[in-house]
């Protein structure tokens, strides 16, 4: 009987699964989990992030049991282990998930190279975007590789349909694939962290529930932070407990419905365009896996940002006085997510109010996010920054008083995260529908740690220089 081994990473899940569905045309499957140095790592910087991995492998591993095999883990270096691993089942090839991300891409191509050492077939597949990067690039009219616009790329995308593996049952796996380690534990990753159950089942209920409901009101819910309506599946999406495919099939089967106003049809579309986004930045990476450590745009390759800045600790913290910053800090160390709008304000407020390079933020969200997905995080970043995919003139520095009057007027958002302001009566402040700071009491709500235009002000004055340097040289070291 051939063995095919199938190594599981970020894709924690059997059904509609390009990888399975590799691996089955080469035998058996034995279902490997390799906990490494990296994913220890990853796991340990994020307590959260350990407690969801660690609930969604038992959940893998249970619906391998109902299927007569069981999740085998080992612990160790994952090319040694998985050749080892080969060697003793006698695999005619070892199959895995493709990475996105440059650390992941090198790991890939090391592991690549020790199970053709073996004499096994080495087989990545992408399973983690809903379309493949060689899909959308094959369907360009221009040549070149890959996107870095995203305009262009959702014209592609959105008239290419996903491939579909849904097909669990068919795939047949070993009943005992090799001894086992015990199923990774928080504990494992210094977390003494809960986070609510994870795996399969529970992802695909979340994804019924939100396009039964939210999902036709996505338009409201990514411009109103307190509600919280939007999909949540980031998480889901970055370790596979759900397949990116999934969930754009059965959005755009439910944009099918004749019934639907035409508000709830644009709110779909919305919904699917953030989609969209993933695949966009998972290619971006998958073709720059260098602007991993620098821009992508060339022209800001040498553009310095500080590495550190006097009110770094404050925006770490959630303390800088400006809410609707604080709020989408707090929300994250509370919960291990931030609300996507705010993301995007409190990564401004970073990169133009302090200067500070993105880098700084990335890394320090990273400790907290549950999501583990470094090219998505990038992509962001960067185009944040101004120095990624975006191919705005000029940097797009928000102002955080308009933001919070625009996707928090009264104030709710900020009330709900910050305690110190729960018992705040929404008012004037700053010139904007903001939240009326409570004075005295031993916990007080700091007042705005920068004047806001001022610094703005400042950052473009050294953006300008910049680009269009007076000497003819650019440069702001
Ligand atoms: C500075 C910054 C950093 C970010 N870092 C991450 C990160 O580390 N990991 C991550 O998964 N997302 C990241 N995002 C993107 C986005 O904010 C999150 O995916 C979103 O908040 C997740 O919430 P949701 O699942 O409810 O999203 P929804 O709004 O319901 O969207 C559905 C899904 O689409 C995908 N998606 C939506 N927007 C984006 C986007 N801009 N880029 C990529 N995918 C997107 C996500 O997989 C998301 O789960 C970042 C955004 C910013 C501005």
């Not at 039964?212 to 889901?236: C, E, K, W």
């Not at 302090?354 to 880098?359: A, K, N, S």
Request: with cysteine; aromatic share 10%; hydrophobic share 45%.
């Amino acid at each position: 009987m051939a063995v095919a081994i199938y190594r599981f990473a970020r894709d924690l899940r059997l059904d509609d699964h390009a990888g399975l569905s590799a691996a089955s045309a080469h035998g058996d499957i034995a279902p490997v989990l390799v906990v490494d140095r990296e994913l220890e790592s990853r796991l340990r910087s994020s307590p959260r992030r350990a407690a969801y991995f660690c609930s969604a492998a038992a959940a893998l591993d249970a619906a391998l049991r109902e299927r007569g095999s069981a999740l085998v883990v080992r612990r160790g270096e994952h090319a040694a282990e998985l050749a080892r691993l080969a060697a003793e089942l006698g695999a005619a090839a070892v199959v895995w998930s493709a990475s996105y991300d440059r650390a992941g891409i090198a790991a890939d191509t090391e592991l690549q190279a020790a199970i053709e050492e073996r004499g096994a077939r080495a087989i990545a597949v992408h399973d983690s975007p809903a379309i493949p990067p060689e899909e959308s690039t094959a369907a360009r009219s221009s040549a070149g590789e890959g996107y870095r616009a995203f305009a262009p790329y959702y014209d592609v995308w959105r008239e290419l349909e996903p491939g579909s593996y849904e097909a669990p049952l068919l795939l047949s796996f070993v009943h005992s694939g090799g001894a086992s380690e015990r199923l990774p534990q928080p504990a494992d990753f210094g977390s003494g962290d809960s986070v609510p159950a994870a795996g399969a089942p529970h992802a695909r209920a979340k994804l019924e529930m939100f396009l039964r409901g939210p999902a036709l009101q996505y338009s409201f819910a990514i411009n109103a932070p307190v509600d919280d309506l939007t999909s949540h599946l980031s998480a889901d999406l970055t370790f596979g407990t759900i397949a990116a495919r999934t969930v754009v099939r059965e959005t755009r089967n439910r944009m099918d419905d004749p019934f639907l106003l035409a508000e709830e049809r644009a709110s779909l579309r919305l919904f699917q365009r953030a989609l969209a986004m993933r695949d966009f930045f998972l290619q971006l990476s998958w073709y720059n896996p260098q602007t991993s450590n620098g821009a992508l745009q060339e022209k800001m390759r040498d553009f310095l940002f500080s590495q550190t800045h006097p009110l770094l600790d404050a925006w770490r913290e959630g303390r800088t006085g400006f809410p609707i910053v604080d709020a989408g800090i707090r929300q994250l160390h509370a919960t291990g997510w931030m609300h996507p709008r705010v993301r995007a304000i409190a990564a401004s407020f970073l990169c133009f109010d302090l200067g500070v390079d993105w880098r700084v933020g990335m890394a320090e969200w990273e400790r907290y996010l549950i999501e583990d997905d470094p090219a998505l995080a990038l992509g962001n970043w960067q185009w944040i920054a101004g120095v990624g995919a975006d191919l705005a003139a000029y940097p797009r520095i928000y102002n955080p008083y308009k933001q919070a009057r625009q996707f928090d007027p009264a104030g709710l958002y900020a009330r709900k995260w910050i305690g110190e302001l729960a018992h705040g009566r929404a008012g004037a402040h700053e010139g904007s529908a903001q939240i009326e700071l409570p004075l005295g009491g031993a916990e007080r709500y700091p007042r705005p740690v920068l004047d806001h235009d001022r610094a703005a002000r400042d950052f473009l004055g050294r953006y300008q220089e910049f680009v269009t340097p007076a000497g003819g040289r650019r440069s702001n070291r």
